[in-house]
């Protein structure tokens, strides 16, 4: 069966350092990978997607990035953290299929400070 | 362009109440529409899903109709339990459109007291 991992389950950063969140699938191939963020007290807002190895594509213009770089593996990345990075970041992926809905995993809690 | 209007929360019910999460949608092609849920500190998981018009996903008691008509996929439980307490979401995936992402509603609060 296919399962998602995501880490850490949470993270308190200060302002100006880096970031790093991992997130990896096991089961499938080929994944379509996301990453979205959480903010408190709204939906969730599409940040990247990938479509397959070295493919990001990003939805909206912010301080982040991701990469992906095996097929399995998806990065989320940032070089310096801003206060309005806090959040709560979840990875995704689905299969190629018409209408397969989405696998998340459990999250990760980014507080800066 | 694409969007899910979904009722505000908190929504909070006594335990065997019924309940309704109103969801309406905007698309300009043939949208797949989806009910996620999300328990306190974890990701969020399918509930059910419905593809075409007049399908009804159900799961664990829950129940949503794809009304074209309306533009409505509202979820529906007819006894809650304290269990239920999460956030729901309302979502939609629009093959036939411009975008071909899964876009979210805002969440809405369930709270089932005892």
């Known amino acids: 069966s296919q399962t998602i991992h995501q880490w850490p389950a949470t993270l308190v950063q200060p302002v100006g350092s880096p970031l790093s969140l991992e997130c990896t699938v096991e089961?499938?191939?080929?994944?379509?990978l996301y990453w979205y963020r959480q903010a408190a007290g709204r939906g969730l807002q599409l940040l990247f997607y990938?479509?397959?190895?070295?493919?990001i594509s990003s939805e909206v213009p912010q301080n982040l990035s991701a990469s992906r770089p095996q097929d399995r593996q998806f990065i989320l990345s940032s070089k310096k953290l801003l206060l309005s990075d806090s959040g709560f970041y979840l990875c995704?992926?689905?299969?190629?299929?018409?209408?397969?809905?989405?696998?998340f995993g459990n999250g990760t809690r980014l507080t800066v400070t | 362009g694409d969007s899910v209007t979904q009722m505000e929360g908190p929504v909070t019910l006594s335990e065997e109440a019924f309940l309704t999460i109103n969801c309406t949608y905007t698309?300009?092609?043939?949208?797949?529409l989806f009910w996620y849920v999300q328990y306190p500190g974890e990701g969020l998981q399918l509930l059910l899903k419905?593809?075409?018009?007049?399908d009804k996903g159900s799961n664990k008691g829950f129940e949503a109709t794809y009304r074209k008509e309306t533009t409505s996929f509202h979820l529906e439980k007819g006894s809650v339990q304290v269990s239920d307490s999460a956030v729901y979401f309302c979502?939609?995936?629009?093959?036939?459109?411009?975008?071909?992402?899964?876009?979210f509603g805002t969440g809405t609060l369930l709270a089932v007291q005892p």
């Open positions: 990938s479509v397959g190895i070295g493919q």
């Open positions: 979502a939609l995936k629009d093959y036939g459109g411009a975008t071909n992402k899964l876009i």
């Open positions: 089961g499938t191939s080929n994944p379509n």
């Open positions: 698309a300009t092609g043939y949208p797949s």
């Open positions: 995704a992926w689905r299969s190629r299929e018409i209408s397969s809905p989405l696998h």
């Open positions: 419905a593809t075409k018009a007049d």
